[in-house]
């Protein structure tokens, strides 16, 4: 069976003490990966990178199979080819240079995110988004994460 894989995005700085941070705000997904980690909970190694020749050497650091996925503030990345598995450094790196050039719904990525290729059972959506109207943080769960997660609350 395979690894169950979390997809985060963290919309609200709630976790202020571990960011420094004191304001609503949106994170990449790097971003949030550091948060997490400050948390005390436990991630894959990753690498966050703007340039293809980085993109390599995390790869070769990371070891096996990675995916390499556009660091923008925004959905579709997959759809829109933002999000691409590589196989060896070499291939990791190509893939790091193509996307790093890729508009994303009228978004250049910051950089991408290199991670280990996971062989996923089941996927999971977990946010914490600022509820205006009760004036509080709101977490939301879905077990339909993965693409096309903007689609779930249609």
């Known amino acids: 069976m395979g690894d169950i894989l979390y997809h985060t995005e963290v919309v609200l700085a709630g976790l202020a003490p571990y960011v420094g941070f004191h304001a609503a705000m949106r994170f990449y997904e790097f971003e949030s990966r550091r ?26 650091e990371i070891g096996g199979s990675v995916v390499i996925k556009s660091q923008v503030l925004t959905g579709g990345r ?22 790093l050039e890729l508009e994303i719904n009228g978004h250049m990525p910051k950089g991408v995110l290199v991670d280990p290729k996971a062989d ?7 946010g914490v988004v600022w509820d205006g109207t009760r004036k509080c943080p709101l977490m939301l769960f879905s077990d339909m994460g ?9």
């Open 146 to 154: 993965g693409i096309d997660i903007e689609e779930v609350a249609d």
């Open 35 to 60: 948060i997490v980690e400050r948390a005390g909970i436990p991630v894959t190694k990753y690498g966050f990178c703007t340039t293809a020749d980085q993109a390599r050497k995390i790869a070769e």
């Open 78 to 99: 997959m759809k829109a080819g933002g999000v691409k598995f590589a196989d060896t450094p070499e291939e990791a790196a190509s893939h790091a240079a193509d996307i």
């Open 120 to 126: 996923v059972a089941q996927e999971y959506y977990a």
